[in-house]
């Protein structure tokens, strides 16, 4: 690990940014860990920042402990390190069989320059604030000097959650080949755009994105938004997303807020195309709430606003199980805070062929509430009469 420590040594200072800690080795435990540098009654410590699902734990370390715990995530627990410091980038990745690789790329800024350290600092953005990028400009969520329009930085905000979303996955996508994303029911494409632009101008990946929607008007407006910008490979189409058959194999398939069953019907194309990753946030999960029924939670489901809210979460509780039948890791998290829109859960789905689910709990579940979701009757070929 002698190469680990070196580059920890170069990093580990008041100019370091934050390192990440991703990509587990198993499917149980924390799945990411991002370390920054803070202060504490004017001495340097780091705080480590350990996400297991939807909780958030941190940690605080002096300097001279904190090199042991990087150093011990990443070669037991973790097979991703990567460094962001004002002076340089690194990547380390570490393979099976303990193979070390290390990419390490210099920073063009001033040693010593001052970097703001509290307890509570600044979040750093994955596209920050102060920097004009022009698709965010002709959106109308930054000025021309990069300033953030007030009434639209819940947006800003959002793309960024989402881009750090697409930064954990970055490991599932490849680096050989041409990355393939479909986008569906992508609307004003805030975050179409922003995945490409994160993808291709800042990781420069070889990626190619189609964005469906039904609108027509939004679709010439996205192309040509796209020519403008030299998205060569961004490109939106109208059709509608169970009919849609352009592709036969995608990477990774995105569905935010699509209305209904319109998420199941893309859930299934994304399992049908063997998508390494689905990130999906849906929307109007109306289906279930007319289904649900159960003599025992009558006096719960009497009441409509409970019963709506309880049908959207059994809802998407039970596609994830499906996904995991499957064989995808199936997390449901958080995508933005509560305060901005109830539509806030993200299912993010990664291939993993350590997966198995036999969907025993599905079925008691599903009958227990007497539900039949769209995405079971998409994915599962039933016998008459049978469960699944």
Known sequence: MEEINIILNECLDKELIRIIISNPRENEGPNKIIVRPI??????????TIYVGTKVLHKNYKAEFI???????????FKQLQIEHSLMNATV????????????????????????????????YIIPEGKSVEFLVDLGVMTSDGSIIKAKYDKFKQINRFLEFIEDILPKLSNSKEIKIIDFGCGKSYLTFAMYYYLKVLKSKDVRIIGLD??????????????????????F?????????????VDMVVTLHACDTATDY??????????????SVPCCQHELNKQLHNEILEPVLKHGLIKERIAALVTDALRAELLESKGYKVQILEFIDM?????NILIRAVKDEKIANNLKKYNACKDFLGVAPTLEKLLVKKKTGENI
């Open 39 to 48: 202060l504490l009654k004017e001495e340097l410590w780091f705080q480590e």
């Open 67 to 77: 090199q042991e715990e990087i150093v011990n995530n990443i070669t037991k627990n």
């Open 93 to 124: 990745l570490v393979s099976k069989k303990g193979k070390i690789t290390i990419n390490k790329k210099q920073n063009d800024a001033v040693p010593g320059s001052p970097i703001k350290l509290t307890h509570n600092r600044t979040k750093r």
């Open 214 to 235: 039904l609108k027509e008007e939004v679709i010439d407006h996205c192309n040509k938004l796209s020519e403008k910008y030299g998205f060569e490979k961004l490109r």
């Open 237 to 249: 189409y109208k059709g509608d997303i169970a009919q849609f058959e352009g592709v036969d194999s």
């Open 266 to 279: 893309a859930l299934e194309k994304a399992v049908k195309w063997g998508a390494n990753v689905i990130l």
């Open 339 to 343: 305060e901005h829109t109830p539509k």
